[in-house]
């Protein structure tokens, strides 16, 4: 004959009465990080809005607080060429290409923007920053190439010899870096809990 629950005692009730975990997770386990964002396309600037965009700023900042160097600038104003400054999402880190230890400064965060992450996600960190894509000492790292190194010449050095060509030009005083519309905004998913809290 079954017992009735009033029967038991008082202890084994409890027991029965407590639902344990349905999964093996606990509970001050840190959630998982989100998925990693695809690679950047190429979107040019197409509007002339030069204000230095929240990702843009947290992202310089990263940079010379991790790898030294000094910060380039972010917004130019509008007109003449296309550039990513004209809509604040592209800054300029100051380094010198003739200085071995700002060459070692870029190997570095290059290093660290296109390493595979833990999951075997490729340039996981560019990635997740929203880099479109990077110009330093005459070379060219673009997203939409899968950060492949390519030879970078300015329009403005067409049909001379790199020699002839300012620093500036060639990259060679400072390593640019354009973001992706979300990485300017800061949207993509390195910037959460990096941004500054909205006033």
Same mark, same amino acid.
């Given at each position: 004959?079954?017992?009735?629950?009033?029967?038991?005692?008082?202890?084994?009730?409890?027991?029965?009465?407590?639902?344990?975990?349905?999964?093996?997770?606990?509970?001050?386990?840190?959630?998982?990080?989100?998925?990693?964002?695809?690679?950047?396309?190429?979107?040019?600037?197409?509007?002339?809005?030069?204000?230095?965009?929240?990702?843009?700023?947290?992202?310089?900042?990263?940079?010379?607080?991790?790898?030294?160097?000094?910060?380039?600038?972010?917004?130019?104003?509008?007109?003449?060429?296309?550039?990513?400054? $004209?809509?604040?999402? @592209?800054?300029?880190?100051?380094? !010198? *290409? %003739?200085?071995? +230890?700002? &060459?070692?400064?870029?190997?570095?965060?290059? $290093?660290?923007?296109? @390493?595979?992450?833990?999951?075997? !996600? *490729? %340039?996981?960190? +560019?990635? &997740?920053?929203?880099?479109?894509?990077?110009?330093?000492?005459?070379?060219?790292?673009?997203?939409?190439?899968?950060? %492949?190194?390519?030879?970078?010449?300015?329009?403005?050095?067409?049909?001379?010899?790199?020699?002839?060509?300012?620093?500036?030009?060639?990259?060679?005083?400072?390593?640019?870096?354009?973001?992706?519309?979300?990485?300017?905004?800061?949207?993509?998913?390195?910037?959460?809990?990096?941004?500054?809290?909205?006033?």
């Amino acid at each position: 004959m079954r017992r009735s629950l009033s029967l038991l005692p008082l202890a084994v009730v409890s027991a029965l009465l407590v639902v344990g975990p349905t999964t093996s997770a606990r509970a001050d386990e840190p959630d998982p990080p989100p998925p990693v964002e695809a690679y950047a396309k190429y979107d040019p600037q197409s509007t002339c809005s030069p204000k230095a965009k929240p990702g843009t700023v947290v992202a310089l900042d990263y940079v010379v607080a991790t790898y030294g160097g000094a910060k380039g600038g972010i917004s130019r104003p509008c007109g003449g060429s296309v550039s990513e400054h $004209k809509e604040g999402r @592209a800054f300029d880190w100051t380094l !010198d *290409a %003739a200085k071995e +230890a700002d &060459r070692i400064r870029a190997a570095k965060l290059r $290093k660290a923007l296109f @390493a595979e992450g833990p999951d075997g !996600d *490729a %340039a996981e960190l +560019a990635r &997740r920053m929203g880099v479109m894509y990077i110009i330093w000492n005459d070379k060219m790292y673009a997203s939409y190439r899968q950060f %492949a190194p390519t030879p970078y010449v300015s329009s403005a050095c067409k049909g001379k010899p790199l020699s002839k060509c300012s620093k500036t030009l060639r990259h060679r005083d400072h390593l640019h870096v354009s973001l992706s519309r979300a990485g300017g905004a800061g949207t993509t998913s390195w910037y959460a809990g990096r941004l500054p809290a909205p006033k």
